[in-house]
């Protein structure tokens, strides 16, 4: 197969969903049709079969089971399908925003009882700036539910995109009778525990056919009348703005009962984007480019402390990566070659000689690689879109044991070059600072410092809401700001200035009376 070959057979996608909506049901189905598992319950650690203390030791439970599940590569079709997975927990939703930027589509989950929550809002945000497509699967569809037209009415409200359904239900929870697919023009009908197979579908061209009532009694005219209000309203699928992010065709199914789960993998392998061009600070880098470039999404650390290496994985963004081959790591301006590459599917994970634009690849770390790094043949490029988010707690670290001041200074750095949290040194006097989404970051750091580097501290809390990267084109005004705000002052890892607001109207306020001054609540990877 040629390097075009090899892209046009390739998904990487990751799912978006708030947590319990169905995304590790989802997974696993999906997993079940690429024959990547045999059994239901593989992806998922049963909940209840280890006792768990508290919320923080479930997060420390997932991180052993999240290297496992971090890639899922499958076949479909003759497709190579990568799911990357996302953390469930709201507290790490920067991981899941750092694993967006690794995937060229994204598939949202919703509970079709609730609707749009919290979670999922946050991460579409993320998908909408950088216009990844996303397809909508609204799931649960056997329980009691929201109205469909209500429901879509919601998404398109609130997540600010234009909704195409490519199915729509007949009915819900108990007297739930199945779809109608607008998509491949057939009915495809739901038998509550029984498996879907070829007697369920049924193609129906035209609406007027009698088997619809024949097959759905008195649910066949409420369809007629649905189908047709509902193809009045939204417009047909339109794959160009799908590509470009700004509609969502959706499906309806259940993903427990495995319903409309092979019709939403058959037409995201049709209409899901390739391997996509990366931006990079000079040029956009095409994946059919002989040469590999290739840049860190995420680092995960050996749960074993005994153990400190880590695992980083690397996105292919172009040409071929190769075993024992060797790569500029452009930040360091170093060569380094990897003796035992990993690729992932479904579950296992296997060492690699070569992998293709769109395939995640996981290296050995031993401290080497940040968040952002990028991998090439030889050119000095640096991957552009791979941000960070202002965290929204900030807390002061104390030192409990002076005598181990390195192994603080070191557990810091290191854990959050893996993302674990934002580390910034405040302006006037250089103390250490953390920045988090969630709370618990807090309890694994002490925990993980303690644990794998033995430091001990404590948090003392900050009063602020919001950091905010600043610069100006007027550097003179720039560092009079950072003069006149001293306290309020910050850098982060990449020596960023960074602007901490107390309150949302303080920085309102900060941003009409500086104009020249861009305040920023994502920084890109900087070119250092
Ligand atoms: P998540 O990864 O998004 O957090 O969700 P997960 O798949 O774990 O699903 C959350 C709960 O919703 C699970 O029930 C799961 O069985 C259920 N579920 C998923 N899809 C459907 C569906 O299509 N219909 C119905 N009725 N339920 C669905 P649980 O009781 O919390 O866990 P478990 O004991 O079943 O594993």
Not at 165 to 182: A, D, E, L, N, Q
Request: one cysteine or more; hydrophobic letters at 40%; proline letters at 5%.
């Amino acid at each position: 197969m040629t390097l075009e070959t090899e892209i046009a057979a390739r998904r990487t996608f990751g799912i978006i969903s708030h947590p319990d909506a169905g995304k590790t049901t989802l997974t696993e189905k999906l997993l079940l049709f690429g024959g990547a598992i045999q059994v239901a319950g593989a992806v998922k650690a049963k909940r209840d079969t280890r006792p768990v203390t508290s919320d923080f030791m479930e997060i420390e439970r997932q991180r052993g089971i999240s290297v496992a599940t971090s890639v899922m590569g499958f076949y479909y079709n003759q497709i190579k399908i990568n799911l990357l997975d996302t953390p469930g927990h709201q507290d790490f939703c920067e991981d899941t925003f750092r694993t967006l930027t690794a995937v060229d589509s994204a598939l949202m989950v919703i509970d079709a009882s609730k609707g749009v929550e919290s979670q999922t809002l946050k991460l579409i945000d993320v998908c909408r700036m950088r216009h990844t497509p996303v397809m909508t699967f609204i799931n649960k569809m056997d329980r009691e539910c929201r109205d469909p037209i209500e429901l879509l009415d919601e998404i398109e409200a609130k997540l600010s995109i234009k909704v195409c359904p490519m199915s729509w239900p007949i009915s819900m929870g108990k007297t739930f009778k199945g779809v109608y697919s607008f998509y491949e023009k057939q009915l495809i009908l739901f038998k509550p525990h029984h498996k879907q197979d070829a007697s369920s579908i049924v193609k129906i061209t035209h609406l007027s056919d009698p088997r619809l009532d024949a097959l759905l009694g008195l649910d066949a005219n409420p369809l007629r009348e649905q189908i047709e209000l509902v193809s009045g309203v939204y417009p047909s699928f339109d794959q160009e703005a799908y590509l470009k992010g700004e509609v969502s065709p959706v499906f309806f199914g259940s993903a427990l009962n495995n319903f409309g789960v092979r019709e939403l993998l058959d037409c995201f392998i049709q209409i899901a984007p390739p391997p996509q061009g990366r931006p990079t600070h000079i040029r956009t880098v095409q994946p059919s480019e002989p040469k590999f470039t290739g840049f860190v999404f995420k680092i995960h650390a050996n749960i074993d402390p005994k153990h400190r290496n880590r695992i980083a994985f690397i996105r292919v963004c172009s040409g071929i990566f190769k075993r024992n081959e060797w790569l500029t790591h452009v930040r360091l301006g170093k060569k380094f070659r990897f003796s035992n590459p990993t690729a992932f599917m479904a579950q296992d994970k296997s060492i690699i000689d070569d992998a293709y634009p769109g395939d995640i690849v996981g290296v050995h770390d031993t401290g080497n690689f940040k968040i952002g790094d990028a991998l090439t043949e030889g050119e000095l490029l640096i991957f552009k879109g791979i941000p960070h988010f202002s965290p929204e707690i900030f807390r002061i670290v104390i030192n409990l044991n002076p005598l181990k001041t390195k192994q603080l200074h070191k557990g810091i750095h290191q854990l959050c070059e893996e993302g674990v949290a934002q580390l910034f040194t405040r302006g006037t006097d250089s103390r250490l600072m953390i920045g988090t989404v969630g709370a618990l970051q807090f309890e694994v750091i002490q925990y993980r410092l303690e644990n794998e580097y033995g430091a001990s501290c404590r948090f003392e809390p900050l009063n602020f809401v919001k950091a905010c990267w600043i610069s100006s084109d007027d550097s003179l005004d720039l560092d009079r700001f950072i003069r006149e705000r001293s306290g309020q002052i910050a850098y982060d890892l990449h020596q960023l200035p960074v602007y901490l607001a107390e309150t949302k109207w303080s920085l309102e306020r900060e941003m009409r009376e500086n104009p020249d001054i861009v305040f920023s609540v994502t920084s890109d990877t900087p070119s250092d």
